[in-house]
């Protein structure tokens, strides 16, 4: 329906269509209280102690041994890790908080199994053929590898890779140089690599992009305030400009 009334009002609009990636996302239906200091156990239900067990839509990605914290809703909502195994992780709350329905799970340093992450594409791409889109958002992408597998499967479509990890960071020269363009989604990123890698990582990323003449987006919150003012607030003017100074070519509106 989306894509027929875009369709309909700007016949040459070029839709992308975001892939729901290999991120893990709380598998509750309902909000729930979670309270300051409060054990959770997200993955599976590992019999460990905890006041609360969260299932998750999709197994966990391989964690580093020694993960201090990780976080929930791209770094909004932080854990101090206390216990973690296969297929799961627990951490005590750093505050009280209402998890609304299907929020993403960010484990810093982890990594994610591509062979995995192609067979989820490879499914979505099935599920909208025939729809009249012009490129696929992929996310998390790690290496250059995985672009390429899918360049064989949809080699008409334009592929945009969103680099939000730190393997992703690590290897963002070889994604650049085969993606079609690349996003930079400063949400997910931070809450991956940290506050203190955030701006170090947008320049390395942008400057991987940039020289291999690759279209580059940036996305995450732009513009937020203006769903309910006139104009933007100084603190989204600041991102936008340096956004502009990096030589970023689209603005992705969040909301």
Do not use: W
């Not at 993955?43 to 460990?48: N, T």
């Not at 909502?77 to 960010?106: A, Y």
Request: glycine content about 8%; some cysteine.
């Amino acid at each position: 329906k989306a894509v027929s009334k875009i369709r309909e009002f700007s016949p040459t609009a070029f839709i992308l269509m975001d892939i729901p990636g290999i991120k893990p996302r709380t598998d509750n239906s309902k909000i729930i209280k979670i309270e300051k200091g409060q054990l959770i156990n997200f993955g599976v239900d590992a019999g460990v102690r905890c006041d609360l067990h969260i299932k998750l839509t999709k197994n966990i990605p391989k964690i580093q041994k020694e993960l201090p914290t990780f976080s929930l809703n791209d770094g909004q909502f932080l854990f101090d890790t206390t216990n973690s195994g296969d297929g799961f992780i627990v951490g005590r709350s750093r505050e009280t908080f209402n998890l609304l329905p299907k929020k993403g799970i960010n484990l810093p340093g982890s990594v994610y199994d591509e062979d995995l992450q192609f067979q989820i594409y490879k499914r979505f791409i099935g599920e909208i053929e025939g729809l009249e889109i012009n490129g696929l958002g992929l996310s998390f992408v790690q290496t250059g590898d995985l672009v390429s597998k899918l360049k064989k499967i949809v080699p008409n479509l334009v592929l945009i890779s969103k680099i939000e990890n730190s393997e992703g960071l690590r290897n963002c020269e070889e994604i650049s140089n085969i993606s079609d363009a690349i996003m930079i989604d400063r949400g997910d990123l931070v809450a991956e690599i940290g506050f203190k890698n955030l701006f170090k990582g947008i320049e390395t990323i942008s400057l991987a992009t940039k020289s291999s003449g690759r279209p580059l987006i940036m996305a995450t919150e732009n513009l937020d305030s203006m769903i309910d003012r006139e104009l933007p607030s100084k603190s989204e003017v600041m991102p936008l400009a340096h956004s502009a100074s990096l030589g970023v070519d689209c603005i992705m509106l969040s909301e």
